[in-house]
């Protein structure tokens, strides 16, 4: 991936894909000062890189991260293990390691290094206190030459008044000081399991105020749902051994449903995971599509072995899908393409057309970055460039998984 700030250069391959218009044979792609000057067939141009057997992609966009995992060589507890035995996992784990801030810092920065070399152009990041934003500004600026742009929603939860007014006041805080170039903030009540109803509107408030973007975790396991709903269950269990305090809240007055409908009044809201949403949840999310997006990450959901994602289902009802990688904990690696490679041979119900666009424009459009996930006049420079032997735009879909992902560009 490249990022060409002072230069104007041209690339020309068999194949260009924009995402927001259609794919061009033998195309020619120009970039001055960053971005997409244009898009447009070879005729004859000149003073060109010329890549052959490629396609070029917009940068990639990772909807959903926690960088401060990034540190871990694998995945916490074991495959096919439920969130409720995974949390208390990842608590003694953390416990054990005892990170140090700089420790904690250098792992955010280990996972800014790690997406953008794998193509990441825009990254949805769960930001959590201490977040050391303006490190991680000037390592974006030192990573590869990138110009990685984050989406950072500040994380908020607890069950309890004391730790959760903590939070929110480092999240206005963060807010208020409105991210530099690179950096913007969101909100992000983490889950409805750990954040109550009073917490969720607090956020939502946030969200709608300062016309930010708000991610909340959501429909992620059925343990959730059970305690959500009925106040029982493995995920109770967990949080009493763990000694959480706050759990009379539960079973909520709130389902669901109505949570994805007050999500739906804030300008941007990203439903994570969805992993269990009943179809007339999907209808509700459908019916606010402007609004919401849902996020889904493949490879962490094949970790817990979850029942089939409704991806298709959402797509179906018209509803965007975005993909993130999520965390280092539950994934070995922070690549995006691997998700991508991961459907290709796992949903193959699924159009390799529509997995390219949730990796591209249906996550930059979730994020609501336009300049993003697309290559048009405008938008961001940074390219995603894969070797394909297609000679066909048929051919180059049916033989995606063959495609080979290079940092040809990043050489030059
Ligand atoms: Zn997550």
Redesign the pocket.
């Known amino acids: 991936m490249t990022s060409s700030h002072t230069t104007s250069k041209k690339y020309r391959a068999r194949w260009i894909v924009p995402l927001c218009s259609p794919v061009v044979h033998d195309g020619v792609i120009s970039i001055v000062e960053g971005r997409v000057a244009a898009v447009e067939p070879y005729q004859g141009q000149t003073d060109l890189i010329d890549l052959g057997d490629a396609a070029i992609l917009p940068g990639l966009v990772n909807a ?3 960088l401060e995992f990034s540190d871990l060589a694998a995945p916490i507890g074991t495959a096919g293990m439920s969130i409720a035995d995974w949390l208390p996992e990842v608590v003694r784990a953390r416990r054990l390691q005892q990170l140090t801030q700089d420790q904690r810092m250098a792992a955010i920065l280990k996972g800014i290094d790690e997406v953008v070399r794998d193509g990441t152009a825009l990254l949805g990041e ?1 930001a959590t206190k201490p977040w050391p934003y303006e490190a991680v500004a000037a390592q974006q600026s030192l990573a590869s030459g990138s110009d990685l742009r984050i989406v950072g929603f500040c994380e908020v939860l607890g069950l309890s008044p004391g730790r959760s007014q903590e939070m929110l006041d480092w999240a206005d805080t963060q807010i208020a000081d409105g991210g530099n170039d690179r950096i913007e903030f969101g909100i992000s009540p983490h889950a409805p399991y750990s954040v109550p109803p009073a917490l969720l509107e607090a956020c939502i408030d946030r969200a709608r105020n300062h016309s930010i973007p708000l991610a909340i ?1 959501l429909a992620e396991s059925l343990e959730e749902r059970r305690f959500i709903e009925s106040g029982d269950g493995p995920l109770r269990e967990t949080f009493e051994s763990l000694g959480l305090p706050g759990l009379e809240q539960y079973p909520l007055a709130i389902s669901i449903d109505q949570m994805i409908q007050r999500v739906a009044t804030t300008p941007r809201g990203l439903l ?2 969805g992993n269990y949403l009943s179809a007339d949840e999907i209808q509700s999310i459908a019916s606010h599509r402007q609004r919401l997006s849902v996020v889904y ?1 493949p490879r ?1 959901h094949a970790f817990f072995d979850h029942a089939p994602h409704p991806v298709a289902d959402l797509m179906a009802a018209g509803v965007r899908v975005a993909l ?1 990688t ?2 280092r904990a539950s994934n070995p690696d922070l690549d995006l393409w691997n998700e991508v490679r991961h459907l290709l041979l796992n949903r193959q119900d699924l159009d390799p057309r529509d997995v390219v666009a949730m990796a591209t424009l249906q996550g930059a459009d979730a994020l609501g970055q336009p300049n993003y996930g697309r290559l048009q006049p405008g938008s961001d420079g940074q390219l995603f460039v894969l070797r394909t032997a297609a000679r066909t735009e048929a051919s180059l879909w049916e033989t995606l998984l063959d495609a080979q992902p290079t940092n040809l560009l990043g050489e030059l």
Do not use: A, P
């Open positions: 959903h991260t926690h769960i975790h994570v995971h990450c962490t993130g999520d965390s």
